[in-house]
């Protein structure tokens, strides 16, 4: 079967940098998206990512290894509004989208 | 600014009553997707429609169905609501659903209880 696995909640400090995790399996791959979702709000698209390697955008960064079924969102100097969940989805050879639950990120003063 | 909206934030049903859900996109994007979202599952997609008139199962589609009469409007329609329908329901919109650039939008989500 097909299946994304993220964390379920992490914990940071305001300023500090974390990483979140996405392992997936699917069958093909035709990319891998983030999105960001703020409690009680609709997601918001922050990446994509269908090649091997980083891809920097401001203070996010995301990361993918097709090899390994892998990839990693990176926050830096997090700020108070980087409170949310954060959703990693792979679109599979058919181009359908496949979830995972979303890790929630709690960032700390 | 706001692209895609969803008609009601809040609603409270009774089981077996019918509950129509609204979805409008002003970005005259080809495809429209529901979802439910649901704690500690990934969104999971009901329905969706990649031109007018035109539907296709989600992974999820018993006990829902799905209208698009116009480009820009997609609604989620429950025939008889059961409580197992309590959810978030996600409405998303994208420009190329054959593209692995295919980046949705979503609108705020309608949450519904059912009694």
């Known amino acids: 079967g097909q299946n994304i696995d993220q964390p379920t909640e992490m914990t940071a400090t305001e300023g500090a940098i974390v990483q979140i995790n996405c392992t997936y399996q699917?069958?093909?791959?035709?990319?891998l998206f983030w999105y960001q979702q703020h409690a009680g709000e609709a997601p918001t698209f922050l990446s994509y990512n269908v090649l091997d390697g980083l891809e920097e955008k401001g203070r996010f960064s995301s990361f993918l290894s097709r090899s390994k079924g892998y990839s990693y969102l990176l926050l830096k100097e997090l700020q108070m509004k980087d409170s949310a969940s954060y959703l990693c989805a792979v679109m599979d050879s058919n181009y359908q989208l496949i979830w995972g639950a979303g890790t929630k990120l709690i960032i700390k003063p | 600014d706001v692209k895609v909206t969803q008609s009601s934030r809040y609603l409270v049903k009774r089981t077996g009553e019918k509950v129509f859900l609204e979805c409008v996109q002003d970005?005259?994007?080809?495809?429209m997707f529901w979802y439910r979202q649901d704690p500690g599952l990934g969104l999971r997609l009901i329905y969706f429609?990649?031109?007018?008139?035109?539907?296709e199962k989600g992974d999820i589609p018993e006990g829902y169905s799905v209208s698009r009469e116009k480009k820009e409007r997609f609604s989620l329609i429950l025939e008889s609501a059961s409580t197992n329908q309590t959810s978030m329901y996600l409405c998303?919109?994208?420009?190329?659903?054959?593209?692995?650039?295919?980046?949705?939008?979503f609108g705020a989500g309608s949450r519904l209880t059912v009694l």
């Open positions: 998303a919109s994208s420009r190329d659903a054959g593209s692995g650039a295919n980046v949705l939008t």
């Open positions: 429609s990649y031109d007018v008139k035109m539907k």
């Open positions: 699917t069958s093909g791959f035709n990319g």
């Open positions: 970005m005259d994007h080809e495809n």
